[in-house]
């Protein structure tokens, strides 16, 4: 029988944007999955530790070798529902085992940065994949969010936007390591984010 999972989500970074409920998961697991940089800084004492890597296979048999009496806590950046190793885990197990605790999400985060609602924005990725057309096109009004990465970052997102129709003026926000001491933020136009440098892991807000 495969040990009870729960997800959880760990936010855009920095420990102060964890609910405290994330907390508690963690401080109560015996074991905790997770990327190196998350479980150095929110991993203490003798917990068994499972590391996240490309390797899926090999996690999963880590995974299935938990001992059925042990609780166990799997963490991700962000929000568990937003493009994170939720839908892998309940591909690969039996969805009654999966609990999940939520987490602020660098959309979020990023949305609060600028004072702007987020209700009404179209939430995109680049990170590893590509929006369909239709969901480039401009319209008056529109509102998009974008993860993007290290091939598409926000300059390459606002070259693709402007050929998509958007005016140059349309108000463009990077941020990156958003969260932490070092968070970095561009408030521009589309026009000039076209022109930027970095902000390869972030976040790009664009409003028509």
Avoid at 20 to 45: C, F, H, N, Q, Y
Avoid at 104 to 123: C, G, K, N, P
Avoid at 129 to 152: I, S
């Amino acid at each position: 029988m495969v040990a009870a999972i729960t997800v959880v989500g760990i936010g855009p970074g920095s420990p102060d944007y964890m609910i405290p409920a994330a907390r508690r998961a963690i401080a109560d697991s015996d074991v905790v999955v997770g990327g190196k940089r998350a479980l150095d800084t929110l991993v203490e004492g003798t917990q068994k530790r499972l590391f996240i890597t490309a390797d899926l296979d090999a996690l999963e048999q880590e995974i299935r070798a938990v001992p059925s009496t042990q609780k166990m806590t799997v963490l991700v950046s962000g929000d568990p529902g937003y493009y994170s190793l939720l839908q892998w885990l309940r591909r690969t197990f039996p969805k009654e085992n999966i609990e999940v605790i939520p987490g602020l999400s660098s959309i979020q985060v990023a949305f609060s940065r600028i004072a702007e609602s987020w209700y009404d924005a179209t939430l995109l990725s680049f990170h590893g994949r590509v929006p369909e057309e239709k969901e480039l096109v401009y319209q008056n009004g529109k509102k998009l969010a974008f993860l993007t990465d290290a091939r598409h970052n926000p300059a390459y997102i606002a070259q693709v936007l402007l050929a998509h129709g958007w005016p140059a003026e349309s108000r463009a926000v990077a941020m990156e390591r958003i969260s932490y001491e070092d968070e970095k933020r561009i408030d521009t136009t589309l026009e000039a984010c076209a022109q930027s440098e970095g902000f390869f892991h972030s976040v790009l807000v664009v409003m028509g």
